[in-house]
């Protein structure tokens, strides 16, 4: 017959402690010198929680004044702490790392920006202390308009007539439609002079649109695509102009170009086929 | 290493300081109970609890025994670092702003604010005899300050008083003459904390004015300029390398009429001689009111403007910095 010591709880007994009180903690320290508490509590919904803190115990040599310090009674608000930290006061937050400030190209470019004698470069669009490719308006229409401006002259040629066209003569409507009818395939209406525009953001509006292409010259269709439901742009836009070289032009300048933080891709528009 | 967050106080932390031996700090916030916490473990030991209103300054002797802090109840009150208990109580005709101990701790110096009709003046009193005779016990020194009010304050050593005041003035009183010796206005606006390098030659100052700068102890010669985009509320200089830190952030007040990247609260880590960042530290989410280097240079210890005390040690890539 076995001794009663073996029996050191009944089955009964660990079923009145699983459904009511909570088991006592229990503390385990192991050869590495970590200690592991774990601790049984209810939460605020009356569930069980099981709370496992892990502490690295460690041996400090310190002077006599120090040692003595960490043997004195705790005074004050804190006179019914327990021995070690109070969880309420003390506690270990999230590991923060150190940034370290190592980069100095960016800090002297930025010099040059704040001190107008060191200024080694210079925008050609709005004559900031910073290379043309890094200005900060260069995402804007304006920049267009500034682009066409210092353009060789051989490439604006394009852009010259359209200007020379649009300050010159005046035509008729009627005798520009009949120019237009000359040029038009089947049908009324012109795609060659058309162009696509795509790698539009979403936030491209009509406006944008009209902005980015304005200078190129007269248009006589824009059409922007957009989602039915949002609105929103779906990335691509096909323009009408009236002539082929603003057109031309507008593909050159356009295709490439960087708009909204996206890279224009412009074309001819292909002819619909039926 | 992840910091330590002492929650203590229930206000903004007003000033903190490590003890000589650096296993103590001393937390002061403007609720009215000072704490003294372990630096090792972030244990609180306890609370000096007796002051009526914000606790302005708090100071430790060297020897770890003898505790000060002056308060806006207009009083100066000396407690027992080990018992947490009240010896004395200096009652003064306005708030105490600024009280330190001297180097050996047998004098102790507070100044009050210029409020009710009251000019700011300068005491200093014989602390050699610890009991409630120092109540009534008549100062050693008492100094008027004609110009402007005083707003942090150094022992160097226990001769000479570094005061640093409202208008950006520094200045360096002999206490046994009880005058002047020597004055520079380098700042231009207030002084709100000075620090000494740990061989005393130097100090450092963190002004209002957006800069940091560091002094010759004894000539008053700025050596050093450290540059920010807002006030700083205190710098320390670190015992063991050319580094300084430099805490700082608007004013509370002041919060919602800057833009929200004027208002960084991270401690800036300067290097001492080439005047440069090159770290920062995130932690807290409110300006930085007190900075302090743990003698052995290896944690630091930031209070802020949030009412956390936060004690960071280093880890190894600070120690293994190589400035080129």
Known sequence: MPALDDYKSSWADEIELESGSLPPPTEEIDENGVKTVTEYKLNKDDKKVKVVRTYKLQKLVVSKSIAHRRSLHKFGDSVNDEPGPNSQTTFVSEDIN??????????????????????????????????????????????????????????????????????????PPFIKDQQNKNAASKGGRDDTTAIRISNLSEST?????????????????????????????????????YSKEDAAAAIETLDGFGYDHLILKAEWSKPQYN | MRPLMLQGH??????????????????????????????????????????????????????????????????????????????????????VRCCNFSYSGNQAAYSTDRAMGQDCELFIIDVRTMDSSLNDAQPILRLPMKNSKITSMLWFLDETIITGHENGLVSIYDTRMGREVNSVKEHTSVIQDMQLSRDMTMFVTASKDCTAKLFDADSLVCLKQYKTERPVNSAAISPIYDHVVLGGGQEAMDVTTTSTKAGKFDSRFFHLIYEEEFARLKGHFGPINSLAFHPDGKSYASGGEDGFVRIQVFDQSYHELVFE
């Open chain 1, 98 to 171: 150190m940034q370290l400030i190592t980069n100095k190209e960016e800090e002297r470019s930025n010099d040059t920006v704040l001190d107008p004698k060191n200024q080694f470069a210079k925008c050609r669009f709005c004559n900031g202390g910073h290379f043309t490719t890094n200005c900060p308006y260069r995402h804007t229409a304006a920049y267009i308009e500034k682009i066409l401006d210092t353009k060789p002259a051989a490439s604006t040629s394009a852009a010259e007539t359209t200007t020379s066209k649009s300050g010159g003569k005046y035509v």
């Open chain 1, 205 to 241: 509006s009509d406006a944008d649109l009209e902005e980015l292409t304005n200078k190129f010259g007269r248009k006589s269709k824009m059409y922007l695509a957009k989602d039915k439901n949002t609105g929103l742009c779906k990335g691509f836009a096909y323009v009408h102009f």
């Open chain 2, 10 to 95: 229930e206000r903004s932390i007003t000033q903190i300081r490590y003890n000589r031996e650096g296993d103590l700090l001393f937390s002061s916030s403007k609720d009215s109970k000072p704490n003294v916490w372990f630096t090792i473990n972030g244990e609180r030991l306890g609370t000096y609890n007796g002051h009526q209103g914000a606790v302005w300054c708090i100071d430790v002797d060297w020897t770890s025994t003898k505790f000060i802090s002056g308060s806006g109840d207009m009083s100066l009150k000396l407690w027992s670092v080990e018992t947490g208990k009240n010896i004395a109580s200096i009652e003064s005709k306005s708030s």
